[in-house]
């Protein structure tokens, strides 16, 4: 079955790029069934879309982290990832990849990866 | 503050059903028949129990329940059971310059 899977550096120094990637195994990106997403949830509050990602190259983006968040896709290695600049505290966080329908829902996620932001 | 207001908590014994509310406006819940609803454990990644406002994935216990009106999009979970406590969220799409918008979320407590 398809799984997803985060993967990167779980402490980030402020000021500087949060990045991501989400490998996807049992299932193509490229099939174009599916949106590619990163959500995330601060320690104890509630869960914030980030984006989401055709297997195209098609993105679209929370106007909130729009001018810090950039997403990519690889699909020779089935992969997507995430960029977040200028990060601070307040980007502290579990990232999730998920999968999902355009505008519908979010079907299957990944495990999630704590990120801390910290000197 | 999150886009959708859901309430913080609610709870019910065994059996019984619960009602989790998700409030947003015409320019989310009320514009669209894209809400979601999603269960999280602790610990755990959420899980798709409900989309499209009333459409259940496969495996999810037809004890789920969605329903919407007006910009208010509700779930409801009859006969109540101990791993139901969890929180839940939900999630609508809000047009093309936002997107997607969750709720605060609602802490199931299960009596």
């Known amino acids: 079955q398809v799984q997803l899977q985060e993967s990167g550096p779980g402490l980030v120094k402020p000021s500087q790029t949060l990045s991501l990637t989400c490998t996807v195994s049992?299932?193509?990106?490229?099939?174009?069934?599916?949106?590619w997403s990163w959500i995330r949830q601060p320690p104890g509050k509630g869960l914030e879309w980030i984006g989401y990602?055709?297997?195209?190259?098609?993105?679209y983006y929370n106007p909130s982290l729009k001018s810090r968040v950039t997403i990519s896709v690889d699909t020779s290695k089935n992969q997507f990832s995430l960029k977040l600049s200028s990060v601070t505290a307040a980007d502290t966080a579990v990232y999730y990849c998920?999968?999902?329908?355009?505008?519908?829902?979010?079907?299957?996620w990944g495990r999630g990866t704590l990120v801390t932001v910290s000197s | 503050q999150s886009a959708l207001t859901q309430p913080r908590s609610v709870s019910g014994s065994p059996g019984q059903s619960v009602t989790i509310s998700c409030t947003g406006t015409?320019?989310?819940?009320?514009?669209?028949?894209?809400v979601s609803w999603y269960q999280q454990h602790p610990g755990k990644a959420p899980k798709l129990m409900i989309y499209?406002?009333?459409k259940r994935p496969s495996g999810v216990p037809d004890r789920f329940s969605g329903s919407k009106s007006g910009n208010t999009a509700s779930l409801t979970i009859s006969g109540l059971q101990a791993e139901d406590e969890a929180d839940y969220y939900c999630?609508?799409?809000?047009?093309?310059?936002?997107?997607?918008?969750f709720g605060g979320g609602t802490k199931l407590t299960v009596l």
């Open positions: 015409s320019s989310d819940v009320g514009g669209y028949n894209y």
């Open positions: 998920a999968r999902g329908e355009y505008l519908e829902y979010f079907d299957l």
């Open positions: 999630c609508s799409y809000a047009g093309s310059y936002t997107f997607e918008v």
């Open positions: 049992g299932g193509s990106i490229s099939s174009g069934d599916y949106y």
């Open positions: 499209d406002v009333s």
């Open positions: 990602i055709y297997y195209s190259g098609s993105t």
